[in-house]
């Protein structure tokens, strides 16, 4: 379920038929994007709360600064609705934060190679050899808040979709059933 590219379709033929009878391709651009958006609202919602409740301390900001990888935001600010207008393209990002992957998706059991290096080759530049067994450093299991999230989901999104575009026809004026 670590699939990073999920995606649902939906069929609105009826919806189609009506919105295609629209003149204005403004006015019609406007709707099916208005649509969509509803559907990336309902999705968003459902992830930001999945990721609350199994992550907790994913709205807690920033973590002490190294020098180097200073995060002053919190995790959940990664879960972004990404829009490309020209394509009449609407989605739900959640790896904005590249630390969202690893609990998305887990991690496997993690240990370091050794302890302390004990000689120095200074004609070849290598390191002689490690001392010590390899540490353990955990394991993060997969969460699975995204997935889930989209998976659950998908028909309220789609009556929201659907919901959205009829409307903004019938503030055009165009009566439907």
Known sequence: MSDNSLQVQADFKDVDLIIDTLT???IRHQIMMDGLK???DVYYNQIISNL?????N?????IKNTGWNVYTWPMINGVKIKEKDDEEWVGVHALSDFRLQ???SGTRSRYTKGHKITGYNPNKKTRLKRSGKGGYRGRIQ???FFSDGILSEAQR???AIEKSIINGIRQQGIDIK
């Open 24 to 26: 204005d391709e403004n």
């Open 38 to 40: 509803a559907g990336a």
């Open 52 to 56: 609350k409740s199994r992550l907790p």
């Open 58 to 62: 994913s709205t807690v900001t920033g």
């Open 102 to 104: 690893f609990f998305e």
């Open 142 to 144: 997969a969460l699975h």
């Open 157 to 159: 999104a789609t009556e």
